[in-house]
């Protein structure tokens, strides 16, 4: 079965780092995209980046270069998100996502969703 | 960015839902995908490339629309169907998605 298994919901405080993971399986981790999708509580869906992690090619979008690290492990089958400091306003559910082919960034294989809640 | 309406649809199961999706600046080559999200779950790829449907969505939905207006139908409402629906496009840089329409119950 293909999919994508995600680490466990995190509490932090304001400024703590964190390392998020999704864990591929049923496909050939290194021929795919990974993607990384943020949502706010109560909102709608944000891209955040993207990973292929045959060559560690990653794309961020500009709203969150520079805030968020995107990394893969080819050797595991794990894509991952990490915040060196992180804001309240990082409180979200964060999915990984794979898309239908290595050419397009419709997403049909989505994680479960990893609930982070920054507060202090 | 992607602007949908309406923000919320109140319907009946049977009728037809009329989903809208605008964008500030052609999309290319008309990639623009649909997803169904509903509480506490991950969304789910209904359609690609603005009018082909993902594998295993049944044919009620359907996808339409080039250049900066897109569509999503739904044509007859069936009570699994009462959800939230985004959609994103990915033929610009970076992809971006609506703020998403609610289809609930009247």
């Known amino acids: 079965e293909v999919q994508l298994v995600q680490s466990g919901a995190e509490v932090k405080k304001p400024g703590e780092s964190l390392n998020i993971s999704c864990k591929a399986s049923?496909?050939?981790?290194?021929?795919?995209?990974i993607g990384w999708v943020r949502q706010m509580p109560g909102k709608g869906l944000e891209y955040l980046g993207i990973?292929?992690?045959?060559?560690?090619?990653?794309r961020y979008s500009p709203s969150f270069r520079g805030h968020i690290t995107i990394s893969a492990d080819k050797t595991i089958n794990t894509a991952y998100l990490q915040w060196n400091s992180l804001k309240a306003s990082d409180t979200a559910i964060y999915y990984c996502?794979?898309?239908?082919?290595?050419?397009?960034?419709?997403?049909?294989?989505w994680g479960q969703g990893t609930v982070v809640t920054v507060s202090s | 960015v992607l602007t949908q309406s309406p923000g919320t649809l109140s319907l009946s199961p049977g009728e037809r839902a009329t989903l809208s999706c605008r964008a500030s600046?052609?999309?290319?080559?008309?990639?623009v995908a649909w997803y169904q999200q509903k509480p506490g779950q991950a969304p789910r790829l209904l359609i690609y490339?603005?009018?082909s449907r993902a594998t295993g969505i049944p044919d009620r939905f359907s996808g339409s629309g080039s250049g900066t207006d897109f569509t999503l139908t739904i044509s007859r409402l069936e009570p699994e169907d009462f959800a939230v629906y985004h959609c994103?496009?990915?033929?610009?840089?970076?992809?971006?998605f609506g703020q998403g329409t609610k289809v609930d119950l009247k």
């Open positions: 600046q052609s999309v290319s080559v008309n990639y």
């Open positions: 996502a794979r898309p239908l082919t290595v050419s397009s960034k419709a997403f049909d294989i």
């Open positions: 049923g496909f050939r981790f290194t021929n795919y995209w």
């Open positions: 990973i292929f992690p045959y060559d560690s090619d990653t």
């Open positions: 994103q496009q990915y033929g610009n840089s970076p992809p971006t």
């Open positions: 490339g603005a009018s």
